[in-house]
């Protein structure tokens, strides 16, 4: 039986950021996990799919939607704890990914510092350092848009660029849902196109919303803000009209 889970990792203890949302789809023989959280995160993950009634023990491949440090924080922990699993990305993130070029999260960061007020730029300099520190970790595998995979039901890739420029998102054909990583995002409850502070091209995020129309998607899964459910074709016109 093929079985997706979405994962809910606290991103502090007072509760005054917003959860992360990581995916966990798992068969008989496969286990396969959509991003994982930030550095330090490993045993949130660990915990998440325990409660799933999951062991990473049995883990086989891990997707990483693109290189931001709250989808691949913890992959280098989880990849020495878990080294049978295979890392796969897109292979325009996979030179982030590997640490062979400079996060453009933190290229951003530094483009935009000196234009910041004071009160902003301790903020800013925090977020730098928190990039700066990812550990890189080797892509087993990259992947292309419209591939796909027979695990769990059936996986395929869906280039969704924008948010970053090999942004990917992910379709789980049997449950019809779209795990959409940072491509989209959920608020106050209704879906809305990725944050424009953290969006290097709006227009190619737009493009790819407008992409996802052509898919059979009955639930949606974003990393922040979780599930949307129902008339998701409806729900993503309204978003590209906001």
Known sequence: MNHLDVLVLPRDPTGKLPPLNPVLLHDET????????CTGFLPLVESAAKAKGVDLARLTRVFITHHDHDHMGALAALKRTYPRAQVLASAEDAPYIQGERKFLRLVQAEALFDSLPEDKKIESLRLQQTVAAVEPVRVDATVADGQVFPWCGGIEVVATPGHMPGHISLYARESRTLIAGDALTVVDGRLAPANPRFT???????????????????????????????????????????
């Not at 459910?229 to 009209?241: K, N, P, S, T, V």
């Open 200 to 242: 290097l091209d709006p227009a190619q995020a737009r493009a790819s919303m407008r992409k996802l129309l052509d898919y059979d998607i009955i639930r949606l899964v974003c990393y922040h803000g979780g599930v949307v459910e129902g008339d998701i074709r409806q729900a993503l016109r309204d978003a590209l009209e906001a």
């Open 30 to 37: 496969e286990a396969v996990l959509v991003d994982c959280g």
